[in-house]
């Protein structure tokens, strides 16, 4: 290949995430409602009946469907499937920052307005009760963090004989924090702390 050949192949191209087409991508929607004269934060207690994280507390979101034109078409649909309101019921939506996780996930984030007088109508496959948070408790009530550390363990097969240093290669562990908000007894923590204390940082 002469190089004008291999530039016309790149020139054009927009970059995205590495490997992002093998990631599972989800979306889900930060649904602020107003509730006695200020503004409140929903959250889901998801159903004790699924297989994955049974009884924790998140968002409305969900896995992104080829027919989801974008990323906050997925979360409008996500939420509305969930919470039983329609479309109209949600405005002034805008991004958060999506995340990337380790695991091979990306989730896209959004926050939006529900409307004050709706009447919510929970899918109880999926939803097993609502709840909401006064905004101001967020504000004023920093998360408790905790450390989780990452170990590195090669499969037994690992070639290190390929690798500078063999088996005393000084591997980069990780760590990341764990945020957790309690209130009234409920325990938010997870994806959902993360994306709730990224929003915080955003309208602080």
Known sequence: MDPKSLVARVK?????VM?????AKFAILLPLIEKDGEIHILFEVRSHQL???PGDICFPGGRIDKGDHSEERAAIRETTEELGIAEHQI???FPLDYIVSP???IVYSFAGIIDPDVEFQPNPPEVDSLFTVPLSFFLENDPKVYRINFDIQPEESFPYDLIAGGENYNWRTRQVDELF????GKVIWGLTAKIL???LEIIR
């Open 91 to 93: 405005s002034d939506i």
């Open 12 to 16: 054009d191209r927009v970059p995205e």
């Open 51 to 53: 297989r994955n994280q």
């Open 19 to 23: 490997d992002n087409k093998v990631f």
């Open 181 to 184: 908000y309690v209130y009234e």
């Open 197 to 199: 204390t990224h929003f």
């Open 103 to 105: 695991f091979g996930m």
